[in-house]
């Protein structure tokens, strides 16, 4: 079974910088995409970035110039860099995989994997 582990975030001000990191646990061959959403009280997930494995980068509109993604195929990891966080940052964040090939075998098409979220707040 594939397990999504997250850490990092917390507290900062207006301007300041977070790393996220998560790491894919279990037997992993393999991993399509992996990346993070958000979601913020009131409101539904919503993409932040993902990255696919071969390294293409896919950003929201909102963190694009702020925000990094990266990832380690051999690590099975995906870490999330991001500068001049705003108020409208503040939000759980979680690590998301699709396309898991695992010791379990294939992934059925659409099946996606979750963290368990870490609250990212900034104060202004």
């Known amino acids: 079974q594939v397990q999504l582990v997250e850490s990092g975030g917390g507290l900062v001000q207006v301007g300041g910088s977070l790393r996220l990191s998560c790491a894919a646990s279990g037997t992993i061959f393999s991993i399509n995409h992996m990346g993070w959403y958000r979601q913020a009280p009131g409101k539904q997930r919503d993409l932040v970035a993902t990255m696919s494995w071969g390294g293409t980068p896919n950003y929201a509109d909102s963190v694009k110039g702020r925000f990094t993604i990266a990832r380690d195929n051999a690590k099975n990891t995906v870490d999330l860099q991001m500068d001049g966080l705003q108020p409208d940052d503040t939000a759980v964040y979680y690590c998301?995989?699709?396309?898991?090939?695992?010791?379990?075998?294939?992934?059925?098409?659409?099946?996606?994997?979750w963290g368990q979220g870490t609250q990212v707040t900034v104060s202004s």
């Open positions: 998301y995989a699709r396309g898991v090939h695992s010791g379990w075998g294939h992934d059925p098409p659409g099946t996606d994997h």
